[in-house]
């Protein structure tokens, strides 16, 4: 026994047609038994397949009326050809009429050319939306993967493999790349007529511009190119310890303006106007010691203390042992100790140039001992070097740590880091061990960085929403010097 369901979709546009389609339904009695209750996915894919070709056939239709309407004269533009055009949507593959208007041959003498009026309001073959899904998937998840989840839930065509998920991620990655770039010539050009409005309060944190900046090592693809290339990550806020990070950005490129064009750029999400305390944080490497000097002043750059502390971590860890076992080394160096931990006390609170004497004293009483057979010994003498030679490179970037955590402001780039893990690590490296090319690992960054900073729908959307993009000629006459003429 079965049952037959029709649905009827029926819709009725500006100029009162009605437009109607029917489909079929059955649904088996037997069926109950295999759990097969209600409609499947598969019947619901049906009905949006027939809805989703009823509406974008209406919209297509209506929309290319109104575009052969010559917006000057208010006359139809002249018939080039009619031909048909698959428009791509999560709903299915739709094949609409797809005609050609020639331009106004009153309004535009002595020029011959063609639109295609479906071009403006899907250059793609395929809609914004599953465009932005398509992204959204594929920088979330693996390509393979992403293209099963489409196919599982949505009535797309067996054409939208892995590779199709690839390609429409790094093109959406591409246009926010340009977006991004266009945003910030803009901007440099109009940098004298900024102002930045806000008042400085004494005690606000949220008067300093933090920018915690790392770098990401991602495997390379190119064989002619080294093992690893690096991604600079950063995340650009304002305000101290427990408040939102702010904005994320993420390029491929380590040039000094390169960086500083993208960090400007997110600063301006954040309310800066180029005035200003600006902050640096970075855990000192030399491709993110550019980005300070090439910051608008005033900027600070400030090291890292996790990665001071870390350093410091293993040799209190090694002293205290030495103190605990009561061994040969604790006679010689009975406040091994107390040294190490005067001398993280010291960086804490920015007496630089006392922890430097400090631990070139300690290291000649480490070397002093090295006669002694104990590994100790040597392995706290090499970690004391590493130390010595990190402080010294970054001595006029280590500042009062102790002032500055008592004030509410950040200290560590722990924004960065988790930039690091939840932006690169997560697709690219930590969970997923694959190998990538660096303009490709760039682009999808892109479209990770937009999603992670919840724009990624505005900036797919924002060329729709420009004022009417026609082919126009150097010279538009108008009707009154048509008449004269």
Same mark, same amino acid.
């Given at each position: 026994?079965?049952?037959?369901?029709?649905?009827?979709?029926?819709?009725?546009?500006?100029?009162?047609?009605?437009?109607?389609?029917?489909?079929?339904?059955?649904?088996?009695?037997?069926?109950?038994?295999?759990?097969?209750?209600?409609?499947?996915?598969?019947?619901?894919?049906?009905?949006?397949?027939?809805?989703?070709?009823?509406?974008?056939?209406?919209?297509?239709?209506?929309?290319?009326?109104?575009?052969?309407?010559?917006?000057?004269?208010h006359?139809?533009?002249p018939?080039?050809?009619?031909?048909?055009?698959?428009?791509?949507?999560?709903?299915?593959?739709?094949?609409?009429?797809?005609?050609?208007?020639?331009?106004?041959?009153?309004?535009?003498?002595?020029?011959?050319?063609?639109?295609?009026?479906?071009?403006?309001?899907?250059?793609?073959?395929?809609?914004?939306?599953?465009?932005?899904?398509?992204?959204?998937?594929?920088?979330?998840?693996?390509?393979?993967?992403?293209?099963?989840?489409?196919?599982?839930?949505?009535?797309?065509?067996?054409?939208?493999?892995?590779? =199709? *998920?690839?390609?429409?991620?790094?093109r %959406?990655?591409? $246009? !926010?790349?340009?977006?991004?770039?266009?945003? +910030?010539?803009?901007?440099?050009?109009?940098?004298d007529?900024?102002?930045?409005?806000?008042?400085?309060?004494?005690?606000?944190?949220?008067?300093?511009?933090?920018?915690?900046?790392?770098?990401?090592?991602v495997?390379?693809?190119?064989?002619?190119?080294?093992?690893?290339?690096?991604?600079?990550?950063?995340?650009?806020?304002?305000g101290?310890?427990?408040?939102p990070?702010?904005?994320?950005?993420?390029?491929?490129?380590?040039?000094?303006?390169?960086?500083?064009?993208?960090?400007?750029?997110?600063?301006?999400?954040?309310?800066?106007?180029?005035?200003?305390?600006? =902050? *640096?944080i970075?855990?000192?490497?030399? %491709?993110?010691? $550019? !980005?300070p000097?090439?910051?608008?002043?005033? +900027?600070?750059?400030?090291?890292?203390?996790?990665?001071?502390?870390?350093?410091?971590?293993?040799?209190?860890?090694?002293?205290?042992?030495?103190?605990?076992?009561r061994?040969?080394?604790?006679a010689?160096?009975?406040?091994?100790?107390?040294?190490?931990?005067?001398e993280?006390?010291r960086?804490?609170?920015?007496?630089?140039?006392?922890?430097?004497r400090?631990?070139?004293?300690?290291?000649?009483?480490?070397?002093?001992?090295?006669?002694?057979?104990?590994?100790?010994?040597?392995?706290?003498?090499?970690?004391g070097?590493?130390l010595?030679?990190?402080?010294?490179?970054?001595?006029?970037?280590?500042?009062?740590?102790?002032?500055?955590?008592?004030?509410?402001?950040?200290?560590?780039? +722990?924004?960065?880091?988790?930039?690091?893990?939840?932006?690169?690590?997560?697709?690219?490296?930590?969970?997923?061990?694959?190998?990538?090319?660096?303009?490709?690992?760039?682009m999808?960054?892109?479209?990770?960085?937009?999603?992670?900073n919840?724009?990624?729908?505005?900036?797919?959307?924002?060329?729709?929403?420009?004022?009417?993009?026609?082919?126009?000629?150097?010279?538009?006459?108008?009707?009154?010097?048509?008449?004269?003429?």
């Amino acid at each position: 026994m079965a049952v037959e369901w029709t649905i009827t979709i029926e819709g009725k546009n500006e100029f009162g047609d009605i437009c109607r389609r029917e489909m079929r339904i059955t649904k088996s009695w037997e069926s109950l038994f295999d759990g097969d209750l209600g409609l499947s996915i598969n019947d619901g894919k049906k009905i949006m397949v027939v809805l989703q070709s009823a509406v974008v056939a209406h919209e297509a239709e209506t929309y290319s009326l109104f575009r052969r309407v010559c917006p000057d004269c208010h006359t139809f533009r002249p018939v080039k050809d009619y031909t048909t055009r698959q428009i791509r949507t999560v709903f299915g593959t739709v094949k609409v009429r797809n005609p050609r208007w020639m331009l106004c041959r009153e309004c535009h003498l002595g020029i011959d050319a063609a639109f295609a009026p479906l071009n403006e309001i899907c250059p793609d073959r395929a809609t914004p939306e599953l465009m932005e899904l398509t992204a959204r998937l594929g920088s979330t998840m693996p390509y393979r993967q992403a293209a099963k989840v489409l196919a599982e839930f949505l009535p797309i065509e067996p054409t939208e493999t892995h590779a =199709t *998920v690839r390609k429409r991620t790094i093109r %959406i990655g591409e $246009r !926010l790349d340009d977006q991004i770039m266009r945003e +910030t010539w803009k901007a440099r050009d109009q940098a004298d007529d900024r102002h930045q409005l806000e008042m400085q309060l004494p005690g606000d944190r949220r008067k300093e511009f933090v920018i915690s900046i790392d770098t990401a090592h991602v495997r390379s693809a190119e064989r002619n190119s080294a093992r690893n290339f690096e991604l600079v990550v950063a995340r650009c806020g304002r305000g101290g310890r427990g408040e939102p990070g702010g904005r994320y950005f993420v390029t491929g490129s380590t040039a000094q303006h390169a960086i500083r064009d993208r960090a400007l750029h997110a600063l301006e999400g954040v309310g800066y106007r180029g005035f200003g305390d600006v =902050t *640096v944080i970075s855990d000192g490497a030399e %491709i993110l010691k $550019r !980005l300070p000097r090439a910051m608008p002043k005033p +900027t600070t750059h400030i090291i890292d203390w996790f990665h001071i502390a870390m350093k410091i971590q293993p040799m209190q860890q090694i002293a205290d042992h030495i103190v605990r076992s009561r061994t040969r080394p604790f006679a010689i160096l009975p406040t091994i100790g107390r040294d190490i931990r005067a001398e993280k006390w010291r960086l804490w609170h920015g007496r630089v140039d006392r922890a430097i004497r400090d631990l070139e004293r300690l290291l000649a009483k480490l070397q002093g001992s090295r006669q002694v057979s104990e590994f100790s010994i040597a392995r706290l003498h090499s970690l004391g070097v590493q130390l010595l030679t990190y402080i010294r490179s970054n001595r006029g970037a280590i500042v009062d740590y102790g002032k500055r955590h008592r004030a509410g402001l950040r200290v560590a780039t +722990t924004l960065a880091e988790s930039a690091v893990n939840s932006l690169v690590g997560k697709r690219m490296v930590k969970k997923q061990q694959m190998r990538w090319s660096l303009h490709g690992a760039n682009m999808l960054m892109q479209v990770r960085t937009a999603e992670a900073n919840g724009e990624l729908r505005d900036r797919l959307r924002a060329p729709f929403r420009q004022p009417e993009a026609n082919v126009l000629p150097l010279f538009k006459p108008k009707p009154p010097l048509l008449h004269a003429a």
